[in-house]
């Protein structure tokens, strides 16, 4: 599970401690365009890594690279046809390259590089372009037929008139992940997990496979599409010598180089058995893993690499590629390992019912980590930190790594100072000036507190299926982490660790989360649309849930001042009540399986916006220029090598740029069929 960037860093106030003097020239920002600011990030401390260490890292950006076709093509089935018409056009055209029609393009392609499909990556709305379907054809039809990726007999004229109705008609695969009840999810949604298939379809078909009397199930249809074959529901597993294999025999020949440079055998055995789930698509083979990587904790550096997360399926399921490659950031971890070392206190005095507490909270790790690679689904937009593995019963046997990704926060705070989102926002100078000074350290703690602590914390009770929640399972375990986060950054406890320097250094988070979730995150939803992704239904419903809670109070109210409205927090300590108030109910709802108190405790407070308040959001915003989301370029790694071709030193370059990266990737790992 992860916690994406839009959860926290968007008040970004203030600079905070500065781990290495980052050079003058540093730029963050690359580019400015639609919704989107492209970042870039910086790789503190590589320099002074092992060259052994180095190469491995050189190695594992490589694998991570290999898989970002793949993604593509689970995100909508014409996406990598799409990508690659565009780009033979974009490098090809050789019409007017300043006219509207032309530039109109470009933005689109950089939307589709941005979302890795034609879906926007945050809401999974397909997103429409403003170049005309006259200009579409005509420039496609003027290019060398030879660059375009023409399927086995097919005419550039077919090519155009399969891709028009994908690109500009909004009623065909509108959305990637369609969650609105009562409709079939599955059919629905554009991605590509599913083909020719029913939701009741796809849930017999897991339900037939799943033993309820297993205690180490598998998570099943994690890396498959399920699809038709005369007529037969059939999976296509994703493996060297299955779907994806190409891809996937690159991601192996990196990782072998990897296995070769280890840190220690641990860690070689954690690639292995991952390069032995590659070749075999064997499930429990990939619980085999987790469980090996859950354990490796000495190791400096560590990756994600693979199918990972399943907030890409309207069942939960099935999961996309995704890769990040990572080391420990040795300083910034001492505060995680104090949250961590103290784990067993924070379980053992929430004000959770101790039925669904555990008796012995295993292997809570947690570490600050600094980012080197970002690939698949990590990539160009990322998360900010993660908690894996993801199923329940490795967690509660073996624990999970959870980590902070501290040099891709530290670019936010870098690119959004002084804005003008806070003055514009924020009630008074308490507020901001509580902001600027604690800002940053509350909010990574918080999002420690939500990896380390909130999702490995409580249990379900004997029986309760995993999935009961259904549809509703990913809103109902954010909030879950969240609400726990959110209780224990205000607990006495953190200060007495020496994590917080004082009592009130929390309501730097509280009022932002407040503030964010009622009412700033309504900048990334469109007019008249609903929430639909499972972090931002988290958020509103904790901020709605407790303003509701605490109106007979005035907890948290709304004010409004010159026309515009504000969120004013007038007890912090009650909101805190309030926080573990819901907690509670969040983990009964999560513990007993209660779907129907789930289903409509989302409903309630998460999904539908505030149309007024809305409209006075995207007002505001929109008269300070700012894209709502963020993106990231990679750094370029360069191996210099030896005159036997051994490795002997990798440096970076940060000088690429957005649309060149992208080419570059395009031409250089992208080894996928146009359809697979
Ligand atoms: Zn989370």
Same mark, same amino acid.
């Given at each position: 599970?992860?916690?994406?960037?839009?959860? +926290?860093?968007?008040?970004?106030?203030?600079?905070?401690?500065?781990?290495?003097?980052?050079?003058?020239?540093?730029?963050?920002?690359?580019?400015?365009?639609?919704?989107?600011?492209?970042?870039? *990030?910086?790789?503190?401390?590589?320099?002074?890594?092992?060259?052994?260490?180095?190469?491995?890292?050189?190695?594992?950006?490589?694998?991570?690279?290999?898989?970002?076709?793949?993604?593509?093509?689970?995100?909508?089935?014409?996406?990598?046809?799409?990508?690659?018409?565009?780009?033979?056009?974009?490098?090809?055209?050789?019409?007017?390259?300043?006219?509207?029609?032309?530039?109109?393009?470009? #933005?689109?392609?950089? &939307?589709?590089?941005?979302?890795?499909?034609?879906?926007?990556?945050?809401?999974?709305?397909?997103?429409?372009?403003?170049?005309?379907?006259?200009?579409?054809?005509?420039?496609?039809?003027?290019?060398?037929?030879? #660059?375009?990726?023409?399927?086995?007999?097919?005419?550039?004229?077919?090519?155009?008139? %399969?891709?028009?109705?994908?690109?500009?008609?909004?009623?065909?695969? +509108?959305?990637?992940?369609?969650?609105?009840?009562?409709?079939?999810?599955?059919?629905?949604?554009?991605?590509?997990?599913?083909?020719?298939?029913?939701?009741?379809?796809?849930?017999?078909?897991?339900?037939?496979?799943?033993?309820?009397?297993?205690?180490?199930?598998?998570?099943?249809?994690?890396?498959?599409?399920?699809?038709?074959?005369?007529?037969?529901?059939?999976?296509?597993?994703?493996? @060297?010598?299955?779907?994806?294999?190409?891809?996937?025999?690159?991601?192996?020949?990196?990782?072998?180089?990897?296995?070769?440079?280890?840190?220690?055998?641990?860690?070689? $055995?954690?690639?292995?058995?991952?390069?032995?789930?590659?070749?075999?698509?064997?499930?429990? $083979?990939?619980?085999?893993?987790?469980?090996?990587?859950?354990?490796?904790?000495?190791?400096?550096?560590?990756?994600?690499?693979?199918?990972?997360?399943? *907030?890409?399926?309207?069942?939960?399921?099935?999961?996309?590629?995704?890769?990040?490659?990572?080391?420990?950031?040795?300083?910034?971890? %001492?505060?995680?390992?104090?949250?961590?070392?103290?784990?067993?206190?924070? /379980?053992?005095?929430?004000?959770?019912?101790?039925?669904?507490?555990?008796?012995?909270?295993?292997?809570?790790?947690? %570490?600050?980590?600094?980012?080197?690679?970002?690939?698949?689904?990590?990539?160009?937009?990322?998360?900010?930190?993660?908690?894996?593995?993801?199923?329940?019963?490795?967690?509660?046997?073996?624990?999970?790594?959870?980590?902070?990704? $501290?040099?891709?926060?530290?670019?936010?705070?870098?690119?959004?100072?002084?804005?003008?989102?806070?003055?514009?926002?924020?009630?008074? =100078?308490?507020?901001?000036?509580?902001?600027?000074?604690?800002?940053?350290?509350?909010?990574?703690?918080?999002?420690?507190?939500? $990896?380390?602590?909130?999702?490995?914390?409580?249990?379900?009770?004997?029986?309760?299926?995993?999935?009961?929640?259904?549809?509703?399972?990913?809103?109902? =375990?954010?909030?879950?982490?969240?609400?726990?986060?959110? *209780?224990?950054?205000?607990?006495?406890?953190?200060?007495?660790?020496?994590?917080?320097?004082?009592?009130?250094?929390?309501?730097?988070?509280?009022?932002?989360?407040?503030?964010?979730?009622?009412?700033?995150?309504?900048?990334?939803? /469109?007019?008249?649309?609903?929430?639909? =992704?499972?972090?931002? &239904?988290?958020?509103?419903?904790?901020?709605?849930?407790?303003?509701?809670?605490?109106?007979?109070?005035? @907890?948290?109210?709304?004010?409004?001042?010159?026309?515009?409205?504000?969120?004013?927090?007038?007890?912090?300590?009650?909101?805190?009540?309030?926080?573990?108030?819901?907690?509670?109910?969040?983990?009964?709802? %999560?513990?007993?399986?209660?779907?129907?108190?789930?289903?409509?405790?989302? /409903?309630?407070?998460?999904?539908?916006?505030?149309?007024?308040?809305?409209?006075?959001?995207?007002?505001?915003?929109?008269?300070?220029?700012?894209?709502?989301?963020?993106?990231?370029?990679?750094?370029?790694?360069?191996?210099?090598?030896?005159?036997?071709?051994?490795?002997?030193?990798?440096?970076?370059?940060?000088?690429?740029?957005?649309? =060149?990266?992208?080419?570059?990737?395009?031409?250089?790992?992208?080894?996928?069929?146009?359809?697979?």
């Amino acid at each position: 599970m992860y916690v994406c960037m839009a959860a +926290a860093t968007l008040t970004a106030c203030g600079p905070k401690q500065e781990k290495e003097q980052v050079a003058e020239d540093f730029s963050y920002t690359v580019e400015q365009f639609a919704d989107m600011e492209i970042l870039r *990030y910086k790789v503190h401390g590589f320099d002074q890594l092992q060259p052994k260490q180095k190469e491995m890292l050189y190695y594992l950006s490589q694998a991570a690279l290999e898989g970002r076709d793949i993604l593509f093509d689970q995100n909508g089935k014409h996406n990598l046809c799409i990508r690659r018409t565009m780009e033979a056009v974009y490098v090809n055209y050789a019409g007017d390259k300043t006219s509207a029609d032309f530039q109109a393009f470009e #933005l689109y392609l950089k &939307r589709v590089w941005v979302a890795n499909g034609i879906h926007h990556h945050y809401s999974g709305d397909k997103f429409i372009p403003a170049f005309s379907q006259t200009f579409f054809a005509e420039a496609v039809k003027s290019i060398d037929p030879t #660059l375009l990726p023409l399927s086995e007999g097919e005419t550039v004229d077919a090519l155009v008139e %399969k891709l028009t109705p994908v690109i500009f008609d909004p009623s065909v695969m +509108a959305k990637r992940v369609n969650q609105a009840a009562g409709e079939d999810l599955v059919a629905t949604s554009a991605g590509n997990y599913y083909e020719g298939v029913t939701q009741a379809e796809a849930e017999a078909f897991y339900a037939a496979m799943k033993d309820t009397n297993d205690l180490t199930p598998v998570s099943y249809g994690l890396n498959s599409k399920l699809m038709k074959e005369d007529g037969v529901l059939v999976e296509k597993t994703y493996k @060297v010598g299955g779907m994806y294999s190409a891809a996937l025999e690159r991601v192996v020949g990196w990782l072998e180089k990897a296995a070769a440079v280890a840190e220690n055998d641990k860690q070689r $055995e954690v690639i292995e058995k991952l390069i032995s789930y590659n070749r075999t698509g064997c499930l429990k $083979e990939f619980d085999e893993f987790c469980i090996l990587w859950v354990h490796d904790l000495e190791s400096q550096i560590d990756f994600v690499n693979g199918f990972t997360e399943t *907030y890409g399926d309207p069942l939960g399921m099935k999961a996309s590629w995704e890769s990040l490659i990572n080391f420990k950031d040795l300083e910034a971890t %001492k505060r995680t390992e104090l949250i961590s070392q103290n784990a067993q206190w924070f /379980e053992d005095n929430s004000p959770v019912d101790d039925q669904f507490k555990k008796e012995t909270v295993k292997g809570v790790s947690a %570490k600050v980590i600094t980012a080197a690679m970002l690939g698949g689904d990590c990539y160009p937009t990322t998360p900010i930190g993660i908690n894996l593995p993801n199923s329940n019963w490795i967690r509660q046997q073996h624990g999970s790594k959870s980590v902070t990704i $501290e040099n891709l926060t530290e670019a936010y705070d870098k690119a959004a100072m002084g804005n003008g989102f806070s003055q514009e926002f924020m009630w008074s =100078e308490e507020e901001m000036n509580r902001a600027k000074e604690y800002g940053s350290l509350t909010n990574n703690l918080h999002t420690d507190l939500h $990896e380390c602590l909130g999702h490995g914390s409580g249990k379900l009770l004997p029986g309760v299926d995993p999935d009961a929640m259904k549809e509703y399972g990913s809103a109902i =375990e954010e909030t879950r982490a969240d609400l726990f986060g959110l *209780y224990y950054i205000a607990d006495p406890k953190i200060v007495e660790l020496g994590i917080l320097p004082n009592a009130d250094a929390y309501k730097a988070e509280y009022y932002q989360f407040m503030m964010n979730g009622a009412m700033t995150q309504l900048m990334r939803i /469109e007019p008249g649309k609903t929430i639909e =992704e499972a972090h931002m &239904r988290n958020r509103q419903l904790i901020a709605n849930w407790v303003m509701e809670h605490g109106a007979a109070e005035k @907890v948290v109210e709304f004010k409004e001042r010159d026309g515009k409205t504000y969120v004013v927090v007038n007890d912090y300590e009650k909101l805190r009540d309030l926080f573990g108030e819901l907690l509670r109910e969040i983990q009964r709802i %999560k513990s007993t399986g209660d779907y129907e108190a789930g289903k409509q405790i989302v /409903e309630q407070y998460a999904v539908q916006v505030n149309q007024d308040l809305h409209k006075e959001v995207l007002e505001r915003y929109a008269k300070l220029n700012l894209a709502p989301y963020k993106g990231f370029v990679n750094p370029v790694y360069i191996p210099e090598y030896d005159a036997e071709g051994n490795i002997i030193n990798v440096t970076l370059d940060y000088t690429e740029g957005y649309a =060149e990266q992208h080419l570059r990737y395009s031409k250089d790992y992208s080894v996928l069929p146009t359809y697979n």
